[in-house]
């Protein structure tokens, strides 16, 4: 059973940074493209970035586009999201998610992802 789990979210000033953590199990994470979405409250779940398993195939939402950077570890079965230049917009629970079949291209479409984490929370001062 594929299981996601992230971890690395808190509460910043605006201006600041935050990395977050997907530790992964159940599946071959290195065959795997992965996203990161977020989720404010009263919004619908929102795209924020993808990247494919050999991480030369990567999107951006155009909100983060510049201040975020996705990354992966195949070696740890780990994604990360680094988060810089935050604000108070970027509020949000954040979560990783993983497609159901390997070797598919990475996409901004949340249908598209199986499996999901619990998500973590970011909250961003202003």
């Known amino acids: 059973q594929v299981q996601l789990v992230e971890s690395g979210g808190g509460l910043v000033q605006a201006g600041g940074s935050l990395n977050l953590t997907c530790t992964t199990s159940?599946?071959?994470?290195?065959?795997?493209?992965m996203g990161w979405f977020r989720q404010a409250p009263g919004k619908e779940r929102e795209f924020v970035s993808a990247?494919?398993?050999?991480?030369?195939?990567?999107l951006y939402g155009d909100s983060v586009k510049g201040r975020f950077a996705i990354s992966r570890d195949n070696a740890k079965n780990t994604l990360y999201l680094r988060m810089n230049s935050l604000k108070p917009e970027d509020t949000a629970v954040y979560y990783c998610?993983?497609?159901?079949?390997?070797?598919?291209?990475?996409?901004?479409?949340?249908?598209?992802?199986?499996?999901w984490g619990q998500g973590t929370q970011v909250t961003v001062s202003s």
């Open positions: 990247t494919n398993w050999l991480s030369n195939n990567i």
């Open positions: 998610a993983a497609p159901s079949r390997p070797w598919t291209y990475p996409t901004r479409v949340a249908g598209e992802y199986e499996y």
């Open positions: 159940g599946h071959t994470f290195s065959l795997y493209s």
